[in-house]
């Protein structure tokens, strides 16, 4: 049934159905602290078992919490990871079991000004959150050259436009691979 209502929105044509079905769909949980991000993902559990057409699981920001963990784990190494160590089992259980998509945002924290930029990260969260990441796409934003090049009456907008820069690595492979673009009002432009 649950295949039958996707085809036959798809096909109805009415975007408004097929953006209710999709926002049935979805569900937005705010965590405040690392403790109430566990909550959800043992919920999650029981609604990848019952519905199995569920394969993604988008997290905005799983180092929101670091410093506030690092914090109330005191002098402990082991208990300022502890929390985030729990939720990245609870993923890691997750992705084996049901083999969903994890995407999740961490913000870059620590920089070197040395080397390549893709170089310059370094990941910070604890050894079983690394373990799980198999893709990594850092992405940084750096105003455009302006190379006088623009047609007139465009010269202004072609100095203030953003070029958005990609550098993705993944496991198993060193070289990381590099992509760069900017956002127009015609869509995406690669450089």
Known sequence: M????????????????????????????????????????????NSFSRLPGLALLLIDNISAFYWLDRCEGGASFAKQEDKLSKCSEL????LRDYRITVLATCHALRRSHRG????????????????????RLLCRRQEAPNNGSAA??????????????????????????????????GGVEFT
């Open 91 to 94: 993923l890691g259980r997750l």
């Open 152 to 185: 007139a009456g465009s010269s202004e907008e072609q100095g203030r436009r953003q070029v958005f820069t990609v550098h993705c690595t993944s496991r198993g492979t060193r070289a990381p691979r590099s992509s760069s673009f900017y956002v127009t009002d």
């Open 2 to 45: 649950e295949v039958w209502s996707r085809s036959r929105v798809l096909f109805a044509g009415s975007d408004e159905e097929a953006l209710c079905l999709f926002l049935s769909r979805l569900l937005v949980v705010h965590c405040s602290s690392s403790s109430q991000l566990l909550l959800p993902l043992h919920f999650l559990e």
């Open 116 to 135: 390549t930029s893709s170089d310059s990260h370094r990941p910070y969260l604890c050894r079983p959150w690394q373990r799980l990441v198999t893709h």
